[in-house]
Structure formats: C-alpha cells, structure tokens
C-alpha cells in the first residue's frame, strides 16, 4: 500500500492547513465475485491514525462503504516544523505507513 500526502508549499506557525490524504488500497466490500464465481474476501482499511510532534492528531475507524483509494482531508494547526506519521491497518492485518516532514517558517 503507498500513500500520497498533499499540505500547501509554504506554511508558517500557527497556520491552519488541509492535510490530503490519498491511500491506495482496494478496499474490497466482501459483496464481489472474481472471474470464476468465488466471493472476494472483505479487505478494507480499518483504522487510520495521524501523528504530529508525538500527538495523535487525527484517527478515522473506516468501512466498506468507503470507496477503493480513499481519500481523507482534515485540517491541522501547525505549531512548527515536524512530521506527519500515518499508520492504518486493514482487514488482513497489513500496516501501512506514510511519513510527510512540514518545512515550518517563522
């Protein structure tokens, strides 16, 4: 699983920023049958986490009502220079991370 993280080019301290994220995974309902008639096992992002400076600052429990390669976006104060650290786990078990350092001036 690899992920894309979009935050503006310039941010300053105290900015408040929209973090995107876009993850691609297929997140498979359960519900589909492949080409020979077998149901696709259910795989979907479970749970997604978001830290910055050692704070947990965004977590979202998902379903399979979302669709394949979600996209998140939330919004963040920045307090200074720092990395994003996103972690999720799905269905299977599978962790994946994305690590975005913010460039902070002021």
Not at 47 to 60: D, H, N, P
Not at 79 to 96: H, K, M, N
Request: with cysteine; hydrophobic share 40%; net charge neutral.
């Amino acid at each position: 699983m690899t992920a894309r993280v979009q935050v503006p080019a310039r941010i300053a301290r105290g900015d408040v920023i929209q973090v995107r994220l876009l993850i691609q995974h297929p997140m498979e309902t359960g519900y589909q049958r492949d080409d020979t008639g077998n149901v696709i096992a259910r795989n979907t992002i479970r749970t997604l986490k978001c830290r910055f400076g050692g704070q947990e600052v965004f977590s979202a429990e998902l379903s399979s009502g979302v669709a394949a390669n979600p996209y998140l976006q939330f919004p963040l104060r920045v307090t200074g220079p720092g990395t994003l650290a996103f972690t999720w786990i799905d269905d299977a078990g599978v962790e994946g991370t994305h690590n975005q350092p913010l460039e902070v001036t002021g």
